[in-house]
């Protein structure tokens, strides 16, 4: 007989690095430090799911154009920080500049 709680994926704590993204010209983003194949959940100016890759990488396109000003970019995979905004623990913020005409 086989335990169902030694299926379950422990909650990391906060104690763990905070995982880092990065914006680029082309509204791509990019970050690693994320659990593996879990649920990231980015804020933009509304909040996107994407999945980070087996090794706790994310890649994917922002489905928004910075022309109207500078966007800020936070991301989560939902690691708990009790200090953290809402309790999770959040990449670094990073700014997406529109480019200039």
């Known amino acids: 007989m086989t ?9 990391p704590t906060a104690d763990n ?17 994320y659990l593996p194949v879990t649920y990231i959940a980015e804020h933009v100016s509304d ?3 994407y999945i980070a890759g087996p ?3 994310l890649h994917g ?3 928004i154009s910075p022309s109207t000003g500078p966007v800020r970019i936070t991301a989560t995979d939902h690691r ?6 809402c309790g999770l ?3 670094n913020t990073d700014t997406l500049i529109p480019p200039k005409r």
């Open 80 to 85: 708990s920080d009790p200090n953290g905004v």
């Open 89 to 91: 623990l959040w990449s």
């Open 55 to 57: 090794s706790g990488d």
């Open 47 to 49: 909040y996107l799911t």
């Open 61 to 63: 396109c922002l489905p």
């Open 17 to 33: 690095v905070a995982p880092s993204i990065t914006a680029t010209a082309d509204s791509v983003i990019v970050g690693t430090g």
């Open 3 to 11: 335990d169902a709680s030694s299926n379950q994926r422990s909650a």
